[in-house]
C-alpha cells in the first residue's frame, strides 16, 4: 500500500520559515509529479507547487518567490521550503503524487495525510 507522511508543519511568526518534508512508501508504477497542497477552513483545497520527475516546478502565484519545491529521489522525499510566511498561509499542507497504476496505467492521486502550518500576525 503506498503511504505519505508528511512532517515539518508547526506555528511561526510572520516572517518566519518553515521546511514540510513528505517521505513515500510503498509501489507507485510510475510517477508523473509530486506536489503539495493546502486546505485552510471553509475553503477549497488549492494546489501550492509541483514537481516533475525532470526537475520542472510549478508554483501558485501566491507563494511564488516565497517558497521552492525540491526532491530527493535518493530518499523517495518531496520537500517545501516556505519562506516569508504570511498568515494567509496558515492550512493544513498536504502532499500528493500523481502517478499511473500498475498496467493499463490509470491516473491515480494519494495523499498523505497533513501537517498543519500556522502563521501569527
Known amino acids: 500500500q503506498v503511504q505519505l507522511v508528511e512532517s515539518g508543519g508547526g506555528l511561526v511568526q510572520a516572517g518566519g520559515s518553515l521546511r514540510l518534508s513528505c517521505t513515500t512508501s510503498?509501489?507507485?508504477?510510475?510517477?508523473?509529479?509530486m506536489g503539495w497542497y493546502r486546505q485552510a477552513p471553509g475553503k477549497q483545497r488549492e494546489l501550492v507547487a509541483t514537481?516533475?520527475?525532470?526537475?520542472?516546478?510549478t508554483y501558485a502565484d501566491s507563494v511564488k518567490g516565497r517558497f521552492t519545491i525540491s526532491r530527493d529521489n535518493a530518499k523517495n522525499t518531496v520537500y517545501l521550503q516556505m519562506n516569508s510566511l504570511k498568515p494567509e498561509d496558515t492550512a493544513v499542507y498536504y502532499c500528493?503524487?500523481?502517478?499511473?497504476?500498475?498496467?493499463?496505467?490509470?491516473?491515480?492521486?494519494?495523499w498523505g495525510q497533513g501537517t498543519q502550518v500556522t502563521v501569527s500576525p
Open positions: 514537481i516533475t520527475g525532470g526537475g520542472s516546478t
Open positions: 510503498g509501489r507507485i508504477f510510475r510517477i508523473n509529479a
Open positions: 500528493n503524487v500523481d502517478g499511473a497504476r500498475d498496467p493499463p496505467l490509470s491516473r491515480i492521486y494519494y
